[in-house]
Each structure stands twice: as structure tokens, then as C-alpha cells.
């Protein structure tokens, strides 16, 4: 493949339209088995008509996503300025830990999951400032119960503290 | 004018305007933060508002969304750091003149402008509003179903680096809207027998998530950013004669900035860019510009806030989001019960000028918010990340929550915040995302309805005048950059 041809596509761009050629294979598939409703009922407009407008206008624009840097770059714009970087730990962690948090969530019940992200969050993320830390800990959490448990009446699920409270 | 008076004492009502202030207040505190955005900080408080009055609940959404616009200057000028994307033009003379020892006349200026803008913006509102409905009322499914595909193809021009992938981003709105049972044959999309999804996805969790929890993640990759700030003591209003020097490019940019935030899903930003650029091709002192000129501030300042009313335009009188911000108080105003769009104006006008209202009570409140705590905002900036972002994901988590009281709508916010995250790190928006979701009901409604009617000819509709008027704009507007290459090559 020599070098100009190449050039032509964006490699980044071209994963991307594939991921998406890929999502809309799948969901064409899903609208094709949609129950199916006489045409009578459906006066003439299936279910999966507009779906499939969209998934066909969708995979049009995405044919373009791979060349789209040349015209961008023509432009003045780099589509690769925000993703040259690669995306660092602290975001990584930062998904994993809101995912642990909400996981648990149902568990420990509302009061201790907002203990817990406003523990675990500054911790993470490297704040040492325990002027700061530690009173934000205590007093944030309670601003929230005060304010949308009870003076809002934002039903908080006790989880792990039912029969404390 | 009876429904002026009854729209205007509805807002004066004590609770109300204590409310517009409250908005003000979170208004100007998010715009002052950056990466804390109106449209985030709109997304956060739909929940908590749904228990309140409509009046009160949108006046305060309407009042946040000014409040925001003059809140980003106030770091674009003090710290060069735009709080929001409108204030971006306001920092290249802002931040100059603010070094140059003159950071109160800098402020005084953003915040006098601003609030000229945004009266101008709602003396348009308050006659374009009703005209515009009177015309729409005419508007068929045909009709609605060209300006929402005019209104889509807008969002090419909306906002990030690229147009194909907006419209992409809006196409995906629009499918997700598609989730659940179809209204016309009862029969479930995409459900993948997950009982939550029937009814479809609520709006508040997916906007919590591609606005709040996105910009958690991207936030996490800057938590130790540190930035300058230069000190100002108060806002120091300009003189009289200082304004009538100014009152040329404050009137073009408000006109400019009013016309921009009409334009379906044309915002803020681009209307203060266009303000900071007309003022500069009009000025006589060209070279004073990125040096600390007056008009380099009040020209981007007058359009963006003008912006703000401007969008307001079309959302209450068609239905149509002129802004990102705009289409989350739509999405607030279907959640209360609304049909936005010209039976909104003629049926209830005093709601339309209760907000009217609280929009110019909200222009004077951020003046005198401004005025007052000047000093305060411009330190707000400077509340370290680590502590800021837990809370927003904690207003997150119980805003998705407690809508309808149901995790799942926390694994979607989280789901849409992944998402975002991703989207805006491939160049893909997620305002048109947005938008699409809120237009996607009006599109395949009138869609199929105007199939119905012409018996599946879809070349019948050209037949419409007004369809075919919308459809030769939705062709100029994709192809807005041809025709700019072709004029600049002229």
C-alpha cells in the first residue's frame, strides 16, 4: 500500500466508522425483528421505517469519517489535537471507582454512598489538603442530606443503615 | 396586554423572584467555573424543579441561562480562562485591559453590556415570539417536519471541530428517541426486553450524563491545572459618556447576536465571536484590539447575551431549541406537561411572558449580583477541582435518581457519561446529540404523519410551498462551507 493511499484515511477515524458500521449492522438487524404489525394497523409506516432512515442516513455521514481530516485540515482544524494524548489513569480510575460506587450503591443506601464518593474521589485524585479534606468529608455530605432529604423530601434509601435510622 | 400584565404579576410573585435570584446566583457560580456550563448546570436542576411550580421552575431555568452567559466573562477576564464557551472573545481584550490594571472597568463593561444585550434580545422576544407562533399555526405535520429536518441539519453548524460528525451526533438523538413503544403500532423498539426501556429513556439522566459526568472524566485529566489571578476589588460601571462611545457596536452586536441565536441551533458562542469580529471591522482604533479595547469586550458580550433571548425565539414559539441550553428548558417544558410550540404562545401567553419576565429580572439581578460580588466570583474560580467534581457527581447521581426514583436511570447517566467522555474526545458534540433526542419525537411524528396523508409519496410534499422553503434551507445550510469557499475564492 503505498504512502499517499494511506494518507487518505485517518486511522483513528477509520476504527471508529468500522465500530460503527458494526452498531448499525446490529441495529438494522434488531429493527428487522421488531413484531410485526399488518400493514392496515401500521397505515403504511412500519416500526422500523424510521429507524432504518436514520441507521441508513448514520452510515452515510460514517462513510465520510475516515477521509474527513483532509477536509479539516484544509480548514486549519486537526481532528487529532483533543486524542493525541493518551488518555491517563486518574480518568481510567475515575470510571472504575463511579462504577464501583453505583454498583454498591443499592447496597449501602444513599446516606453512605455520598460519604463514600466524597471520600474516595479527593483521595484518588491525590488531595492531601486535610484542612480541607476533612471538613469538606463531614460537612458537604450533610449540606446534601439537609438539603434534598430533608428539606426537599428526596427519598434516600437507608441500604445498610435500615433500622439505624 | 392584559396577558402581559397576568404573565408579569405571576412573576412578581415573592417565591418566584426569589427563585429567578436563586438562578442568577447558580447562574453566574457555574459560568464563573470552568468546566462547569449553564447547560450542566440546567441538566442538574430539571430534576429538583419537577416538583415545583412550571412558572417557577422555568423562570429560574431561564434565569440560570442568562446568568451563565455573563458568568463565563468573569474568569475570561480575570483569570483568561473563559468560565463558558461564549465568554472565549470576551478574554482576548478582557484579560488585557485587566492586566493593564483595569480589571473593574473590564467586569463593568462585560456586565453593562450583557445586560443591554439581553434587553434587546427580549424586546425582540416579546414581538417576535407571538408573531412567529401566529405564522406557525398555519404549520401541518409537512410543514413541522421540514423545519425539524432544517432545524437538524443546523446542527452541522452547531459546535466542535466537526460538521459530518454533529450530524451523526443528532442522527444518534434522534434513533435514541426511537426507544420504546412506537405510539403508532404499540409495537417495542429496541428494548431488548429490558422492561425500563418501554417507555423509552428519560431525558434527565442521558443530559446529567453527556453534560455533568462526561466533564467529570475530562475534568480528571487537568486536576492539577493552576492558573493566574489578577485582583479585582469591584465591578466599576462606565460612565454615560463612555457608553455613548460604545453604543453603536453594543446595538450592531445585540442585533447580530439576536439574529444568531434565532437561527435554530445556532449559539451563543458563535454569535460572541461574530460580535468580537464585526466590532472589530467597525472600529476606528483596529490596533487597540487583543491590547485591552473597550469594544473587543462589549461587542462579544452584547452578542452572546443577546444570544440567550434570541434562542428563546424559536424554542417557546415553535418548539425548535435555538441553543444547547434551549433545548434543555424544552425538555423541561415537555417534562412539566408543555406542548412548546406555537399552541404554548396562543393558548397560555401570560406563561410565555412570565418568562419574558424572568429573563429581564434575571438581566438586572446579574448586574447587581456583578456589582456586589464581583470580588467573590472571581475567587470561586480557584476551589480546587479535587473537591468541586465529586460534588457535581453526587448532584448527578441523586438529580438521575431521584426523577424517578429508579437506579436505572443512574446506569444510564453513567452509560451517557462514558459515552460523552468518548464522543467529545473523537470530535463528536454532544449538544447535537441533544437536540436530536429532544426533536426526534416531532421529526418521526411529523414524518409519519405526512407520509399518512400523501399515502407514502414522500416528492408530495414538495407540493408545500413553506416544505419546500425549508428543505432549500436545510440544502444551503449543508452546504454553507461550499458556498463560503466559493465566496471567499470571489
Known amino acids: ?165 | 396586554m392584559e396577558d402581559i400584565i397576568k404573565g408579569l404579576s405571576l412573576i412578581l410573585e415573592f417565591e418566584n423572584i426569589i427563585l429567578i435570584l436563586g438562578g442568577v446566583l447558580i447562574g453566574v457560580l457555574v459560568g464563573a467555573l470552568p468546566g462547569l456550563s449553564s447547560p450542566m448546570a440546567i441538566a442538574l436542576l430539571i430534576p429538583f424543579t419537577i416538583t415545583l411550580d412550571p412558572v417557577a421552575a422555568i423562570a429560574m431555568m431561564a434565569a440560570l441561562y442568562c446568568a451563565g452567559t455573563f458568568g463565563g466573562s468573569i474568569t475570561a477576564i480575570l483569570i483568561n480562562a473563559p468560565g463558558a464557551p461564549p465568554a472565549v472573545a470576551t478574554a482576548l481584550d478582557g484579560y488585557p485591559m485587566a492586566k493593564n490594571g483595569e480589571p473593574g472597568r473590564a467586569l463593568g463593561l462585560a456586565a453593562v453590556s450583557s445586560v443591554l444585550g439581553g434587553i434587546f434580545s427580549l424586546i425582540v422576544f416579546i414581538f417576535a415570539a407571538p408573531l412567529l407562533a401566529q405564522v406557525a399555526l398555519e404549520f401541518g405535520p409537512q410543514e413541522y417536519f421540514g423545519l425539524a429536518i432544517f432545524a437538524l441539519s443546523m446542527l452541522a453548524t452547531m459546535s466542535g471541530k466537526s460538521s459530518i460528525r454533529n450530524l451523526i451526533s443528532g442522527c444518534v438523538g434522534v434513533l435514541i428517541g426511537t426507544i420504546g413503544i412506537h405510539l403508532t403500532t404499540g409495537v417495542e423498539r429496541f428494548t431488548f426486553d429490558i422492561p425500563e426501556l418501554e417507555e423509552g429513556i428519560s431525558f434527565v439522566p442521558v443530559l446529567i450524563g453527556l453534560f455533568a459526568v462526561s466533564e467529570l472524566f475530562k475534568q480528571s485529566e487537568t486536576l492539577n491545572s493552576v492558573v493566574d489571578r489578577i485582583h479585582a476589588k469591584a465591578l466599576r460601571l462606565p460612565s454615560i459618556a463612555e457608553l455613548k462611545k460604545l453604543k453603536y457596536t453594543i446595538l450592531r452586536s445585540s442585533g447580530i447576536g439576536t439574529f444568531i441565536g434565532i437561527l435554530p441551533a445556532e449559539g451563543s458562542t458563535v454569535a460572541a465571536i461574530m460580535g468580537y469580529n464585526e466590532a472589530r471591522r467597525w472600529s476606528k482604533n483596529k490596533d487597540q484590539f487583543g491590547k485591552g479595547s473597550p469594544e473587543g469586550i462589549v461587542g462579544p458580550e452584547a452578542a452572546n447575551n443577546s444570544a440567550a433571548g434570541g434562542a428563546m425565539v424559536p424554542t417557546l414559539a415553535l418548539g425548535i431549541p435555538g441553543s444547547g441550553s434551549t433545548a434543555l428548558i424544552l425538555a423541561a417544558l415537555i417534562m412539566h406537561g408543555f406542548r412548546p410550540g406555537p399552541y404554548l404562545i396562543n393558548e397560555t401567553p401570560e406563561f410565555v411572558y412570565a418568562i419574558f419576565g424572568a429573563m429581564l429580572i434575571a438581566n438586572f439581578g446579574f448586574l447587581i449580583i456583578g456589582l456586589v460580588g464581583a470580588k467573590f466570583f472571581s475567587l470561586v474560580a480557584f476551589i480546587p477541582k479535587k473537591l468541586l467534581w465529586p460534588a457535581v457527581f453526587i448532584f448527578a447521581m441523586i438529580g438521575s435518581y431521584s426523577f424517578s426514583s429508579s437506579m436505572f436511570d443512574v446506569w444510564v447517566m453513567l452509560t451517557f457519561g462514558v459515552i460523552g467522555y468518548f464522543m467529545s474526545r473523537h470530535g463528536f458534540s454532544a449538544a447535537p446529540l441533544v437536540m436530536g433526542l429532544i426533536l426526534g419525537k416531532l421529526v418521526e411524528e411529523s414524518f409519519s404523519q405526512s407520509m399518512i396523508i400523501h399515502d407514502n409519496n414522500f416528492f408530495a410534499l414538495l407540493d408545500k410551498p413553506i416544505v419546500v422553503f425549508f428543505f432549500i434551507l436545510t440544502f444551503l445550510s449543508l452546504t454553507t462551507p461550499l458556498w463560503t469557499k466559493i465566496f471567499k475564492k470571489n
Open chain 1, 1 to 165: 500500500m503505498n504512502n499517499s493511499f494511506k494518507n487518505l484515511f485517518n486511522k483513528t477515524d477509520t476504527i471508529i466508522a468500522i465500530i460503527i458500521f458494526a452498531m448499525i449492522v446490529f441495529l438494522w438487524n434488531a429493527a428487522n425483528n421488531f413484531d410485526s404489525v399488518s400493514d392496515l394497523f401500521a397505515q403504511n409506516i412500519p416500526p422500523q421505517l424510521f429507524p432504518h432512515i436514520l441507521l441508513i442516513t448514520i452510515g452515510l455521514l460514517t462513510v465520510l469519517i475516515p477521509f474527513e481530516h483532509i477536509l479539516l485540515k484544509k480548514s486549519g482544524k486537526d481532528i487529532d489535537s483533543g486524542r493525541k494524548k493518551k488518555i491517563n489513569f486518574a480518568t481510567y480510575g475515575t470510571m472504575a471507582i463511579l462504577l464501583t460506587i453505583i454498583v454498591f450503591s443499592e447496597f449501602l443506601g444513599a446516606y453512605v454512598t455520598i460519604f463514600l464518593a466524597c471520600f474516595v474521589l479527593p483521595v484518588f485524585w491525590g488531595e492531601k489538603n486535610l484542612k480541607l479534606l476533612i471538613p469538606y468529608i463531614i460537612l458537604f455530605p450533610l449540606f446534601i442530606i439537609l438539603i434534598f432529604n430533608i428539606l426537599l423530601g428526596v427519598y434516600f434509601e437507608p441500604g445498610i443503615l435500615e433500622g439505624y435510622l
